[in-house]
């Protein structure tokens, strides 16, 4: 098998989310000469294509939390194989599920995809409150602060998280973005946010391509 051949393999299996398939691939790939960052880019794209399927229906949440387990082993066989002094952090995340909420899968998945794809992110977990986004955005200084809620109850408290940050002098330095069921493109501007998605795989990737803008 060529290393083209062997770096579509990746792609098309990562595509399809075959787990082990996926794993062996790299291995292969790997033991042939093939560079780890040119396996990194054949599972990109296989993530891309996900990524479309997922918005086509296609797949759903139970395969994007299959997408970050097959990365974040494939990091680990990657890893030693990786330039260390080309290794980048793409930015700095700081994600959490605001107070009075327990609701923690799409955050979950989006923490997840994110570190796979070299994004630093601090995972606050579920409940977080105001003062500690805060604290957190002060201290950790992410490029993006990510606020989940899944209960209506509860996303008045990313608002309150948004003017606790102006308050503080540092809205200006983050980029917020906003998610949860009950929210939509029009609440999510009347609460201040920067940018919303609509589910976990629109997060990552609003995320990835504000990230690639600078």
């Given at each position: 098998m060529t290393h083209r051949e062997s770096l579509l393999a990746i792609s098309k299996?990562?595509?399809?989310?075959?787990?082990?398939?996926?794993?062996?691939?790299?291995?292969?790939?790997?033991?042939?000469?093939?560079?780890?960052?040119?396996?990194?880019?054949?599972?990109?794209?296989?993530?891309?294509?996900?990524?479309?399927?997922?918005?086509?229906?296609?797949?759903?949440?139970?395969?994007?939390?299959?997408?970050?387990?097959?990365?974040?082993?494939?990091?680990?066989?990657?890893?030693p194989h990786l330039d260390i002094r080309q290794e980048k952090v793409l930015d700095r995340v700081v994600i959490g599920t605001v107070e009075g909420d327990?609701?923690?899968?799409?955050?979950?998945?989006v923490a997840s995809l994110l570190s796979s794809m070299g994004f630093e992110v601090t995972d606050l977990g579920v409940d977080v409150p105001v003062e500690k986004f805060v604290q957190a955005v002060r201290e950790v200084k992410p490029r993006f602060l990510g606020l989940s809620a899944l209960l209506r109850a509860t996303v008045p408290e990313m608002g309150r998280v948004i003017d606790a940050l102006k308050v503080a002098g540092l809205r200006s330095k983050v980029k917020v973005v906003v998610g949860g069921l009950p929210l939509n493109e029009e609440y999510a501007k009347r609460l201040g946010a920067d940018y919303y998605a609509q589910d976990a795989w629109k997060g990552v990737e609003t995320i990835r391509e504000e990230s690639r803008e600078h």
């Open positions: 299996e990562m595509a399809d989310i075959n787990y082990e398939s996926t794993l062996n691939r790299c291995e292969e790939a790997l033991s042939e000469g093939v560079k780890a960052e040119d396996v990194v880019k054949a599972l990109a794209e296989g993530m891309r294509v996900i990524g479309e399927r997922f918005e086509a229906r296609e797949y759903f949440l139970s395969e994007l939390i299959m997408t970050g387990e097959i990365m974040r082993e494939a990091q680990v066989i990657l890893k327990l609701h923690d899968i799409g955050k979950n998945i």
